[in-house]
């Protein structure tokens, strides 16, 4: 472990082990699709530098607990529960969440995203940050933010020109369309697919989406196996422990140049933006949504917008006076007073 002691954390959202040179980092929460919540960030940049300050690991697997998710991003609850009614939170959160990315682009070993399931969101942007991925062949690939109130600059907006190139990264950026596994073989997302779709116990290679709805219900003798996947990231694991420890870490340093400019080019100025977002219209509408599992109304916003209303702020912008009791700053559309009840001058057309 060497002479340097990291303050201990206790982990109650992942989960860490080490053995034989591996180290493993596992989001636990799959009753939440493995979303991070604020703990979960602290808890994964701890065990991120614990690995990378141990000379016992040469390599570390970053995976989600379960078959449906590697990691689905930020916990939407939460967004919605805590940072929509504290935006100015979202900034501490934001470098929480910066702490999280460079604890993996800064661990100085090889990092491997085992994707054992859905990697969306926070979570493409999770995988993104590591330095290889192997994919099962039931998952996809794909980004929400525009979908949800957001902007996904924590990775996917910096990264996703760089891997994929600029058109595709804008497809999957502002369409959020889902990217399967070997469409992201294909694109450059990830290393390797593997299969992950079993029929009456045997592998089915390019298994049809039919096929793997029915592996992840468990029906008609389907179902999803790990087995091949956990073979293919233990045989990089092997490989990449025969490789000289400090020649490996300079040539991540090296290889992370484009990857470290365009991050802190923009991180900061994006916690800065969504700190301020959270206090708008946007974020409070498509977090509510998905709480309370509805479609958005975005062509609600942008009539707003263009006939006259706001698209900032649900009540209108604060400008009535009550000259009952003087309270100001008033929502537009407020026919009453908050503060004391009487009528307020009719809204201006």
């Known amino acids: 472990m060497g002479e340097i002691r990291l303050p201990e954390v206790e982990f109650t959202e992942i989960t860490y082990s080490r053995d034989g040179w591996v180290a493993r ?13 604020t703990r979960t960030l602290i808890e994964l940049a701890a065990a991120f530098r614990q690995a990378a300050f141990d000379d016992e690991v040469a390599v570390i697997v970053f995976t ?3 078959t449906n998710a590697f990691c689905t991003g930020g916990d939407v609850k939460e967004y919605e529960s805590v940072y929509t009614k504290s935006p100015h939170d ?3 959160y934001m470098g929480l969440f910066s702490a999280y990315i460079e604890s993996i682009v800064k661990t100085g070993k090889p990092v491997i995203a ?3 399931g859905i990697v969306v969101g926070g979570g493409n942007e999770s995988h993104l940050a590591c330095d290889l991925s192997v994919i099962a062949e039931h998952a996809y690939v794909g980004q929400v933010g525009t979908g949800v109130g957001s902007v996904a600059a924590g990775g996917a907006t910096q990264w996703l020109p760089i891997v994929v190139g600029d058109r595709r990264a804008r497809w999957m950026l502002m369409l959020n369309r889902r990217i399967p596994a070997y469409q992201a073989l294909e694109w450059g997302l990830v290393n390797e697919v593997v299969p992950s779709v079993q ?6 290679e390019h298994a049809t989406p039919e096929q793997i709805k029915l592996a992840q219900k468990e029906q008609d003798g389907y179902s999803i196996d790990l087995s091949k996947l956990d073979e293919a990231v233990d045989g990089l694991c092997e490989e990449l422990i025969d ?9 991540k340093q090296q290889a992370n140049f ?3 400019l365009s991050w802190y080019q923009t991180v900061g100025h994006a916690g800065e933006w969504l700190a301020l977002h959270y206090a708008s219209w946007e974020p409070l509408e498509g977090m509510s949504a998905f709480v309370e599992k509805r479609p958005p109304r975005y062509r609600m916003l942008r009539e707003q917008a263009a006939f006259g209303g706001s698209s900032e702020f649900p009540w209108g912008p604060y400008m009535k006076h009550c000259p009952s009791c003087g309270a100001g700053n008033l929502p537009r559309n407020f026919e009453y007073c908050g ?11």
């Not at 980092?25 to 919540?37: D, G, L, M």
């Not at 490789?243 to 040539?251: I, L, N």
């Not at 503060?339 to 057309?349: D, I, N, T």
């Open 339 to 349: 503060q004391c009840g009487h009528a307020l001058e009719p809204r201006e057309s």
């Open 258 to 260: 484009w990857k470290d």
């Open 243 to 251: 490789k000289f420890a400090e020649c490996t870490r300079y040539t």
């Open 90 to 92: 979202y900034w501490k």
């Open 199 to 204: 029929h009456d116990g045997e592998f089915i």
């Open 64 to 66: 989600g607990s379960g």
């Open 114 to 116: 085992r994707l054992n």
């Open 25 to 37: 980092v596992t989001i636990n929460r799959p009753e939440a699709y493995n979303a991070y919540s």
